[in-house]
C-alpha cells in the first residue's frame, strides 16, 4: 500500500515564526505536491515538484517555499507565518511513468497561526 | 485558476438512494478523475476516465465523461451512510512528467440512514 505521512496532524504556530511541514512518501513516486485545502475554496497548488531539487510554482505560491533533498521527502517552508495561513495542508505524491497516475494524499496537517 | 466545478455544492439523499455529482471544466484535458474525502481526512482517488472514454464504471461507481460539453458525472448507486464524505473531480491537462491535478472545490454528501 502506498503511504504518505506528514509530520504532524494539528500545528499551531505563531505569526512570524518559521513554519517547516514535512512530508514523505514510500513508493518511490518521482512526484510530490503541496496544497492548501480552505472552506469554500476547495484545494489550491502550492508547489510541486518532478524530481530532487526540482520545484515549481502553483495557483499560489506566494509566502511559501519548499525543499526537495531525496526523493521521497517534500518539505513546504512558511518563511514568516501569517494568520491568513492558517489552513488545512495537504501533501501527496504520483508517479508520470505508469498508470493510474492518480495522487496519494497524506493525512493533512490543519495548521493554525495566531 | 479552478479548473473544475461541481455541481450540487451539497446533496442530501436518504440510504439506498441513487447520488449524482455533476462537474464542467473550461479547457482541453488528458483525463479527469474523482477523489473523495471523509472529514478532516487526506484525500482518495476513487476512478478516473480518460479523455478518449465516454462511460467507466467500479464497483457502484459510474462515471461518464463528455468532451464536447466539458462535462463530467459521478453517479453512486445504492448509496449508503459510508458514502457521506466530500466528493471533488479533479482535471489533468497533460500527461508523463508534467501532469498535475486541478481541483474543483467539492460536493458534500450526505446519506441519512
Known amino acids: 500500500d502506498v503511504k504518505v505521512t506528514q509530520s504532524s496532524r494539528y500545528l499551531v504556530k505563531r505569526t512570524g515564526e518559521k513554519v517547516f511541514l514535512e512530508c514523505v512518501q514510500d513508493?518511490?513516486?518521482?512526484?510530490m505536491f503541496w496544497y492548501r485545502q480552505d472552506p469554500g475554496l476547495g484545494l489550491r497548488l502550492i508547489y510541486f515538484s518532478y524530481d530532487v531539487k526540482m520545484k515549481e510554482k502553483g495557483d499560489i505560491p506566494e509566502g511559501y517555499s519548499v525543499s526537495r533533498e531525496k526523493k521521497e521527502r517534500f518539505s513546504l517552508i512558511l518563511e514568516s507565518a501569517s494568520t491568513n495561513q492558517t489552513s488545512m495542508y495537504l501533501c501527496?505524491?504520483?508517479?508520470?511513468?505508469?498508470?493510474?497516475?492518480?495522487?496519494?494524499f497524506g493525512p493533512g496537517t490543519r495548521l493554525t497561526v495566531t | 485558476s479552478q479548473q473544475g466545478e461541481e455541481d450540487p455544492q451539497a446533496l442530501s439523499i436518504q440510504e439506498g438512494e441513487n447520488a449524482t455529482m455533476n462537474c464542467s471544466y473550461k479547457t482541453s484535458i488528458n483525463n479527469l478523475q474523482w477523489y473523495r474525502q471523509n472529514s478532516g481526512r487526506g484525500l482518495v482517488h476513487l476512478i478516473l476516465?480518460?479523455?478518449?472514454?465516454r462511460e467507466k464504471h467500479s464497483g457502484r461507481l459510474r462515471v461518464t465523461l463528455d468532451t464536447s460539453k466539458k462535462s463530467s458525472s459521478l453517479l453512486i448507486t445504492a448509496s449508503r451512510a459510508a458514502d457521506t464524505a466530500s466528493y471533488f473531480c479533479?482535471?489533468?491537462?497533460?500527461?508523463?512528467?508534467?501532469?498535475?491535478?486541478?481541483f474543483g472545490k467539492g460536493i458534500t454528501l450526505s446519506v441519512r440512514p
Open positions: 513508493m518511490d513516486h518521482e512526484n
Open positions: 501527496a505524491s504520483s508517479s508520470p511513468l505508469a498508470a493510474p497516475y492518480e495522487q496519494y
Open positions: 479533479a482535471t489533468d491537462q497533460f500527461t508523463g512528467a508534467n501532469s498535475k491535478l486541478t
Open positions: 476516465i480518460r479523455s478518449n472514454e
